[in-house]
């Protein structure tokens, strides 16, 4: 179940005793052109995928997420990021890479909007439904079909709308956005610690 943020207020979460605590994940993002970045933040469900979470932590602490650009796009359905091929400029690997190895797949969740999935070969040629070391996707509604299929392991809790522009780019014939969508940082932090975004008052 998503936790609603407030972004005027800090957030003060009080876990029972026993109860796995809640990490977020801070990605900023930088669009062509622009030398702001935008921020997306990820609810880590490590209850629902401990496996999957450590390693996203462990990849987050190495830098690992840091240059790579968004490489599937469609238009309010899904994106995903995370391939260390897309740092290249060269194209044509891209959709192939990974940190060298997969993970055991923990398929719980299902699909829905905000919903944070590793992505993963198909089941002919990964019968055990192994999940890539490092690709996610995001997907932008209910998703029944890919139910059952991928493990699912956070929410987007900010910053959807942001993914959701990413989607509905140019692409070129292999899905991948023609203009570069980047990682600058991801960052893993307890909830409570996240500092809220700062918007402008209205009038």
């Known amino acids: 179940m998503k936790r609603i943020l407030s972004l005027l207020l800090p957030i003060l979460l009080f876990a029972p ?18 030398k702001n970045t935008r921020r997306v933040v990820i609810e880590l469900d490590e209850e629902a995928a401990p496996l999957t979470v450590e390693n996203f932590k462990r990849l987050a602490k190495k830098r690992f997420y840091k240059g790579t650009a968004f490489h599937r796009a469609f238009p309010d359905i899904m994106v995903q990021v995370g391939d260390p091929y897309s740092k290249r400029k060269d194209r044509s690997l891209v959709g192939t890479g990974g940190p060298g190895y997969t993970i055991p797949a923990e398929i719980k969740r299902k699909h829905g909007k905000g919903t944070v999935a590793m992505a993963r070969l198909p089941d002919r040629t990964n019968p055990s439904r192994r999940s890539n070391g490092s ?9 029944p079909e890919l139910d059952g299929k991928y493990t699912v392991f956070g929410d987007v809790i900010e910053g959807l709308d942001v993914l959701e522009t990413i989607s509905r780019q140019p692409v070129d014939t292999n899905d991948n956005p023609r203009s570069r ?3 600058r940082s991801v960052k893993v932090m307890p909830i409570e610690e996240m500092v809220p975004v700062k918007r402008a008052e209205l009038p």
């Open 181 to 183: 969508f980047e990682i």
């Open 17 to 34: 005793a026993g109860a796995i605590a809640t990490d977020v994940a801070v990605m900023e993002i930088r669009f062509p052109d622009d």
């Open 135 to 143: 690709q996610f996707y995001v997907t932008f509604k209910r998703m």
